[in-house]
């Protein structure tokens, strides 16, 4: 609303403006014409303008009320249209000073409303910094958190392959066992059939089988589940990286959000906010004194 009350007043002082300079140029062509038929005389006839002037006193000058007599109408009709003449220019020079007053009223009203935009981009652009800020502060925690936790969970997957490592060799290490209880059943049932009884031994070969068949087994669930926590460390360390990089990427983002604002703020501050002069001085019209031509009288429009 501002602009286009702005744009509207600038088109109306333009056209004042133009309306001003066209009488200009009709009085200043009218005035050299003046002036050039005042010194175009013939030289006779200026010589006695001359001398009648040298001659003439003070007190000489015919009364108003003789010239008044004297003239005749087509002196008043003259003084009239002089009368007109100074009367359309004096209501043109009000017309342009109200026009150009209208114009420093809606200048100092822009003024106002820059300073007052200017106050409420400041608080923004300081609202903004300190979101932006708080929200670096946020994402700088967050990514010590989850570069601990990317720490943490590769120390975990490192002691899990351990652990699977180990795992894997208890249970190579269950093969000769295994194999030394199976080798020494087959002994035992060679014996003779009188021999071939459940005694002791035999009970205690059978327990020793089920013990590592029974720790074998243990062995090898464990074995399992360590390789499923494996791939669910592996599948945690990658989310956390892709996190990690999110936030980081993040991160760099509103940084240079920060540095930009702070940036145009310290641009803004140094521009002048108003770029138009309140107190340009206004030049005057200059009228021409106008005689009346019927008490002689000179007045001002």
């Not at 959000?257 to 200059?286: F, S």
């Amino acid at each position: 609303a501002a602009i286009r009350k702005s744009k509207n007043m600038s088109n109306d002082l333009e056209a004042k403006l133009n309306e001003v300079r066209g009488d200009l140029g009709q009085k200043s062509q009218a005035l050299n014409i003046d002036q050039l038929c005042l010194s175009t005389q013939h030289n006779q006839w200026q010589s006695a303008v001359h001398r009648a002037s040298g001659t003439r006193t003070a007190g000489s000058r015919p009364s108003a009320a003789r010239r008044s007599a004297s003239g005749s109408g087509a002196d008043l009709e003259t003084h009239r249209n002089e009368a007109k003449r100074q009367q359309q220019a004096h209501r043109l020079d009000n017309s342009a000073q109200q026009r150009e007053g209208a114009g420093q009223e809606l200048r100092d009203e822009n003024n106002r409303l820059i300073q007052q935009c200017q106050r409420a981009a400041d608080e923004a652009a300081a609202k903004t910094a300190r979101a932006l800020q708080e929200r670096i502060s946020e994402k700088q925690t967050m990514k010590k958190r989850l570069e601990k936790e990317v720490n943490n969970t590769m120390l975990n997957i490192d002691h899990t392959k351990a652990t699977i490592m180990e795992t894997r060799k208890r249970l190579s290490d269950l093969e000769e066992p295994k194999a030394l209880c199976s080798t020494r059943a087959g002994w035992r049932k060679q014996r003779s059939i009188n021999e071939h009884i459940a005694d002791p031994v035999s009970t205690r070969l059978e327990e020793h089988k089920q013990s590592l068949l029974k720790t074998e087994g243990e062995l090898k669930e464990h074995h399992q589940q360590e390789r499923s926590n494996l791939l669910n460390l592996e599948a945690q360390l990658e989310r956390l990286q892709q996190d990690l990089q999110d936030k980081t990427t993040a991160h760099n983002i509103d940084q240079s959000c920060l540095n930009v604002n702070t940036r145009m703020v310290g641009q803004w501050n140094k521009q002048p906010i108003d770029h138009m002069r309140a107190d340009r001085p206004q030049r005057p019209v200059k009228l021409v004194p106008l005689r009346s031509a019927s008490t002689g009288a000179t007045g001002r429009f």
